[in-house]
């Protein structure tokens, strides 16, 4: 069956509507089939999994604490290993909240030793299943139900494909819900290696960004169309390989679509901007490509 | 257990045992998406309403026949459109707001040109015989048109054509060289293949006319405007003073008249640049001189274009105010005009300059300034309470019989594609008159209006598939241009001007079949779903259920949430989002 025919994902769910997340997990199962065991820490995910005894997902999964998807996958793995069995991929799906903040030091542990298995990370930049707060994954310049009014978030982003690579894991690469055919290259890819592989999927969240729902994939590929979140790979901490190079847009165009940008002077998106030009500008170095 | 790891008790492991399609997620929903297909604006731009974007999505796949026979069910003549028509899709086409527009008659001359090729022979929906003959006077295009879609109707068709060979203004008025006679005759030996007989030879006079009332059950006219329109100054009855149309028929009749020296064509409509550049073909110097300004022609942009790049020299704002005989050539005295304020259609206003005119010394004059009916009687009666006037055609019930007035007759635009369209509203307008008398007429055709303007559709008549489309034209701003590219459009290949010079060769080569379907693809499909899939695709509830058979889409409202993402990513808009519960 063609990977994208395949439906791992089921109706049903509780995600709510438009929900980038889901759209990210439905996309990441067509590719990576059904010989899989995930991980799911607590994160929105958690819940649209479906309660007890549903699922809304068609292979394994363990529910872990909040800063154990490192760990739990490390233990999946072994004992699988024991049993003999090297097929089933093991995956954690994990949000920004439990992979930049509070996961990272069982994540950061885990592709220390080099386990093998693939961690997931789908972003919409905020603790989103507890109602809004901020993480380190939370952009400059964003509304959170801890950053609010004019005590918006004035600190930048953390970078964590660049923390993965400083790992120098086998692999790490971004991917966005706009992009299907990337993001399940990337994940086909990622399967095929051995070790340890990191894929940030960038996901909007209607609910937490306040932007109508069909805006969802429109506003992620705006994303990448503004070089807020570049598509990229790379290969064993080093080899850098940029996957879509943008026309000119200007950042405004996407934070002017979402309300939780809204109280944002030109001046403050003048900022952005060219912190944006410069991370992208880096990029480019570190990739050894010109603008 | 062999692993070694002992565990005291059995570990407890909660296992899912359903999956959470239990759980109707459709009860969230407040909007509610649906497939709704839309008109695309260059179709409502087509005077006969081609259904173009489903021709490109045809053509990009491959499906050069089905592409083909698309047209054919609304335009009998995509090989002379695709050349002669001066293309108002293009102009409104929503790609033209992106990069440029998709090249649309390129297109549909491919299709025609592939066609003949392989020998296609098109299937087409046909009704049943009614057992009512039409007879049609005239085998211009509006004649053909009608006498194509009488027998699609079910309708047994004669076709009467004062000439030698048939065709009308497409045989004998457009020079070769924009529409070769192999050509058309291949368009007319298709429509004689589906059952039309063509009589030429047969003038029609006007007691011959009144005979044909009693042997059919409806009559259509129409024979063109052949007689040319005096200008109404002196000397234009000297010789060396000639009459545009007649030079035009009698070159494609095989005549090569001479044309040495310099020759003035007066008028600046599309027979003035035909003359002008069939002249420099055959040697002579062209000076095309008309009263306004040349944006003001009424030719064909490319036409003029092409002509100025034969060397014909176009000199305006000069009305003639007389013509004389001396030394053997002709002098044409030309009164010098200018623009003031704007006539009613628009146009700027030409008064006299001054009392100045100028002479010109020339070999010859051609009159082409506007033909009128070759006899009176081919005019429509004036409107009554027994005749319909539509918006392309004339039907009167005065005596007896119907009698349909088609193509320039009605009086409307002047060009191909327009009687084409005449010929087809007027068989629509006799079939319902014969199916539900004179009160259906208006309501019928209405209902097959493609988008808001006057075209029409022959497939929505005959109830088929494009029935279902919403008649909102789609506008560039509900295109989702994300998901295209920019594509330059195909350069046309032609032959070089100097190589145009020397002979009536046809200037416009064709294309490959790669090239056509690459131009095809830069279609946008505007209105129409191609099957992309996006919607399917981005459903974050999985559901869009794709029917396996058929390959149509549908939505699982069972469990779609009305999120409105398929709505928004089909490029194409064929898809609406409305309130739930509404209409
Ligand atoms: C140790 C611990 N602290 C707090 C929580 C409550 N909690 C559950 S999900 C969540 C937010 C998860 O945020 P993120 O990882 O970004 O995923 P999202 O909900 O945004 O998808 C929190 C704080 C928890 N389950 N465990
Ligand atoms: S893009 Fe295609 S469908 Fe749309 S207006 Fe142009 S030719 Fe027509
Ligand atoms: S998204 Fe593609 S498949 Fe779906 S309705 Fe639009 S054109 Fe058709
Ligand atoms: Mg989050």
Redesign the interface.
């Known amino acids: 069956m063609e990977a994208?025919d395949r439906?791992l994902?089921?109706?049903?769910?509780?995600?709510c509507?438009?929900?980038?997340a889901?759209?990210a997990m439905?996309f990441f199962l067509k590719a990576l089939g059904e010989k899989a065991v995930m991980v799911l820490p607590a994160c929105c995910w958690s819940v649209i999994a479906?309660p007890?005894?549903?699922?809304?997902i068609?292979i394994p999964?363990i529910h872990a604490a909040f800063e154990t998807g490192g760990a739990t996958a490390t233990g999946v793995r072994a004992a699988l290993d024991?049993?003999g069995d090297t097929e089933t991929t093991v995956v954690t799906w994990a949000g920004d909240g439990g992979t930049f903040d509070i996961g990272f030091q069982a994540l950061s542990g885990a592709v220390e030793r080099n386990e093998d298995f693939i961690y997931v990370c789908y972003d919409n930049e905020a603790y989103m299943n507890t109602g809004i707060q901020r993480s380190s994954s939370t952009p400059y310049g964003a509304w959170t139900t801890t950053t609010t009014g004019s005590d918006w978030k004035k600190l930048r982003k953390k970078n964590i494909v660049e923390a993965l690579v400083a790992h120098r894991i086998p692999y790490a690469a971004t991917a966005n819900i706009?992009f299907?055919e990337d993001l399940m290259r990337k994940v086909k890819k990622a399967k095929a290696v051995k070790g340890s592989r990191f894929i940030h999927v960038f996901a909007s969240c209607?609910t937490g960004w306040r932007i109508?729902?069909?805006?969802?994939?429109?506003i992620a590929?705006m994303a990448v169309?503004t070089n807020i979140f570049p598509l990229y790979e790379v290969e064993d901490g080093v080899r850098y390989t940029i996957n879509y190079k943008p026309r000119e847009y200007l950042v405004r165009e996407y934070f002017k679509l979402q309300g939780r940008f809204r109280h944002l002077s030109d001046a403050d998106l003048d900022a952005i901007q060219e912190m944006v030009d410069e991370d992208w500008h880096l990029l480019l170095r570190k990739a050894g490509e010109r603008a | 257990m062999d692993?070694g790891?002992a565990f005291k008790r059995r570990l407890y492991m909660?296992?899912?045992?359903?999956?959470?399609?239990?759980?109707?997620?459709g009860s969230?929903?407040f909007l509610r998406p649906r497939y709704e297909e839309k008109t695309s604006p260059c179709s409502a731009a087509c005077p006969v309403g081609e259904d173009i974007p489903r021709v490109e999505m045809l053509v990009t796949q491959g499906a050069f026949k089905e592409a083909w026979e698309t047209i054919l069910l609304e335009n009998p003549l995509p090989g002379v459109c695709g050349r002669v028509c001066f293309h108002p899709c293009e102009g409104k086409c929503n790609r033209k707001d992106f990069d440029t527009p998709v090249a649309i008659h390129t297109l549909e001359r491919f299709l025609s040109d592939t066609a003949f090729r392989n020998e296609t022979k098109p299937v087409l929906p046909r009704r049943p015989p009614t057992g009512k003959r039409v007879a049609v006077v005239g085998s211009g295009p509006a004649g053909l048109s009608a006498a194509w879609f009488l027998t699609i109707l079910g309708y047994e068709c004669d076709v009467l054509e004062a000439m030698e060979e048939a065709g009308g203004l497409l045989r004998w008025g457009i020079p070769e060289y924009r529409l070769p006679r192999s050509e058309l005759q291949r368009e007319i030996g298709r429509i004689v293949d589906e059952g039309v007989r063509i009589h030429t030879g047969e003038r029609v006079k006007k007691e011959r006319f009144e005979e044909l009332r009693t042997r059919y059950d409806a009559l259509l006219l129409g024979c063109g405007l052949w007689k040319n329109r005096p200008l109404g100054i002196s000397g234009e009855d000297v010789p060396g003073v000639e009459d545009g149309l007649t030079f035009l028929r009698r070159v494609r009749g095989g005549e090569r008249p001479a044309v040495g020296g310099v020759n003035a064509i007066i008028g600046g409509g599309n027979t003035a640049v035909d003359v002008a550049r069939s002249v420099v073909r055959l040697g002579g110097e062209a000076v095309i001189v008309y009263r306004r300004r040349r944006e003001d022609m009424p030719a064909f942009f490319e036409e003029i274009e092409g002509a100025l790049e034969e060397g014909v020299e176009i000199k305006e704002l000069l009305a003639p105010s007389s013509i004389a005989a001396r030394n053997g050539g002709l002098v044409l005295t030309l009164r010098r005009m200018m623009i003031e304020g704007k006539d009613k259609d628009g146009r700027g206003r030409i008064v006299p300059a001054g009392t100045e005119t100028l002479s010109l010394e020339v070999a010859r004059v051609f009159v082409a300034t506007g033909a009128d009916t070759a006899e009176t009687w081919h005019l429509p009666p004036a409107g009554n309470d027994k005749t319909i006037r539509l918006s392309r055609c004339l039907l009167s019930f005065e005596e007896g019989v119907p009698v349909a007035y088609v193509g320039d007759l009605a009086g409307g635009d002047l060009n191909v594609t327009a009687a084409i369209a005449s010929g087809k509203e007027a068989v629509m307008a006799l079939d319902s008159y014969f199916k539900g008398g004179c009160g259906t007429i208006l309501e019928d055709l209405s209902s097959c209006r493609v988008g808001d303007g006057t075209s029409l559709s022959m497939e929505i008549y005959l109830g088929g598939a494009r029935k279902a489309r919403s008649r909102h034209v789609v506008t560039y701003e509900e295109i989702?241009t994300?998901y295209f590219s920019f594509e330059p459009r195909i350069t046309q290949p032609r032959l070089l001007p100097d190589e145009r010079r020397l002979s009536f060769d046809e200037i416009e080569m064709k294309l490959s079949a790669g090239t056509a379907m690459r131009e095809a693809g830069r279609c946008f499909n505007c209105g129409i779903c191609n099957g992309c899939d996006n919607c399917w695709?981005?459903c974050?509830?999985?559901?869009v259920i794709r029917q396996r058979r058929s390959g149509e889409r549908l939505i699982?409202y069972?469990?779609c949430?009305?999120?409105?993402?398929c709505?928004?990513?089909c490029p194409r808009n064929a898809m609406a989002?409305e309130e739930e519960g509404g209409s």
């Open positions: 994208a439906e994902m089921c109706s049903g769910h509780v995600g509507p438009g929900c980038g889901t759209i439905r479906g007890f005894p549903q699922s809304s068609k999964v024991m049993r706009a299907p209607p109508p729902s069909e805006m969802s994939v429109k590929r169309q | 692993s790891v909660p296992r899912t045992s359903m999956t959470t399609e239990g759980n109707r997620t969230w929903r989702n994300d695709l981005y974050p509830d999985v559901a699982d069972n469990y949430k009305g999120c409105g993402l709505v928004v990513e989002l």
